[in-house]
């Protein structure tokens, strides 16, 4: 029962960053099956658009990879099982140059505000274009949920 689950939902129309925590990559035991990952990551669209987004999630390695590939506007991140809590997100399309070169920047140590810093910096040079759509969902709360709360 969703009911019984403590959930912050954020909804905002400013770029967000996620900063990742450093640490051992998840188990297989940890990474949600990806029928479960692709439910809980298009949990903060309006149910008329969920089923069109592109969904980003993670494969048994641990790695980023896209699990759905959608034909609306939208694209979604699945929860990152590395991180403490619960986070699930999705963006407008326009944004994906400027989420992906975050992304990047984590991958390569760069951590906490230093990614926005860098990437600002970039965009100031012309060389990140900030995108004009900048819309993102999000749905952020504690892990003490059970298996199978998606429906």
């Known amino acids: 029962m969703v009911a019984r689950f403590r959930w912050s939902l954020l909804l905002s129309c400013v770029v967000s960053s996620v900063v990742a925590a450093q640490g051992a990559a998840p188990s297989a035991s940890t990474i949600a099956p990806i029928e479960e990952q692709i439910a809980a990551a298009v949990l903060p669209l309006p149910a008329e658009s969920r089923s069109t987004a592109t969904v980003l999630g993670y494969n048994m390695d641990g790695k980023l990879t896209q699990l759905r590939m959608g034909t609306g506007v939208m694209t979604c991140l699945a ?10 997100a999705c963006y407008h399309d326009a944004m994906e140059p400027f989420m992906a070169r975050g992304r990047e920047l984590r991958t390569s140590g ?15 040079s012309g060389a990140l274009k900030i995108p004009t759509q900048r819309c993102v ?15």
């Open 110 to 124: 760069v951590t906490g505000t230093q990614v926005d810093s860098v990437r600002f910096r970039e965009a100031k």
């Open 79 to 88: 929860d990152d099982p590395k991180l403490p809590q619960f986070h699930v």
């Open 137 to 151: 969902f999000q749905v952020a709360g504690s892990r003490a949920y059970q298996s199978g709360w998606v429906a």
